[in-house]
């Protein structure tokens, strides 16, 4: 039993943050997954799945063959390096015993409501690419890894790059390789307790930002027992938005650099935003240890078309 499956096609996306949309032809390299229980929204997670999954990376051409697919009904999922978002078939895969099924070709078009005004990282379902640090000299491994987030103890680095306040990262003027911490982790506080952090993202909005909706789109390559809140312009407003309690996967004590995958989408209306100086607000906000935490993939706000 045979799914063969070529992945090829069109992607919409803004380049250069101009209003023009270019077409790109594309022969996705992705991995592909199926797994035969129930259809569900990637945008709500996968945390985990019943039944049979079965993954293949596809050739430089988008073509993949999965063989020795056990009888079912499947759904198929891919993801592109390099762009935001999964690409779920709008149809359910079934397979009977000793069956091929050619699901042809099909485009793949990643989340975008507006022109890019900016980004952070780069969406690859990692947070490799971000500042990892050098680790303490009491702690240095000196078999030195190849992957430097596999060093020891980075996790308290934080707190000594930062023992007061936290991360603020400026658009335009920060450079997400050597101004972004690889994981939003708690802070040492007094008497072995551990505080929240709050990372500031400045930007700055030209003309005025009008009444339509912009759109926050915030990637999280792992996340430890943690909660994202969001906030425009006043830190000590309600969040605008939380991701709620998310992620089990303890990333950052096992010395890795992306975990399961979340994606979340936020509307941020104009009206919220001034012109001039703007800033967005990240919080952590759960502190009961050291490696409660999220580590970002990407983050990018866009504006109404």
Known sequence: MNIRYRLSGTIYSVIKQTDDQVE??????????SSNNAPFDFDKRLVSAGGYQFWFQADRRGRFVIK???PGTYNLYAWVPGFLGDFKHNSIVTIAPGGNVNLGRI????????????????????????????PSLIKYNHYRFVEKFREYGLW???????????????????KYQKDWFFAQVTRKGPNQTYLPTTWKIEFNLP?????????????????????????????ASPPHFSTGLIGRDNTVARHGSHGLYWLFHVDVPGAELVKGSNAIYLTQSRNHGPFVNVMYDYIRLERPA
Request: hydrophobic share 35%; charged share 25%; net charge negative.
């Open 24 to 33: 790109l032809s594309f022969r996705f390299k992705s991995d592909a997954r």
């Open 68 to 70: 020795n697919v056990v």
């Open 107 to 134: 485009t793949f078009e990643p989340p975008r409501d507006g022109p890019t005004l900016w980004e952070i990282g780069i969406p690859d379902r990692n947070a490799a690419e971000f500042y990892i640090p050098d």
């Open 156 to 174: 308290e680095r934080y707190s000594e790059l930062y023992p007061k306040q936290d991360l603020t990262f400026t658009i335009n003027r920060s």
């Open 207 to 235: 003309g005025a930002p009008g009444t339509g909706i912009y759109k926050l789109r915030i990637a999280i390559a792992s996340a430890t027992l943690a909660e994202v809140q969001v906030r425009i312009n006043d830190p």
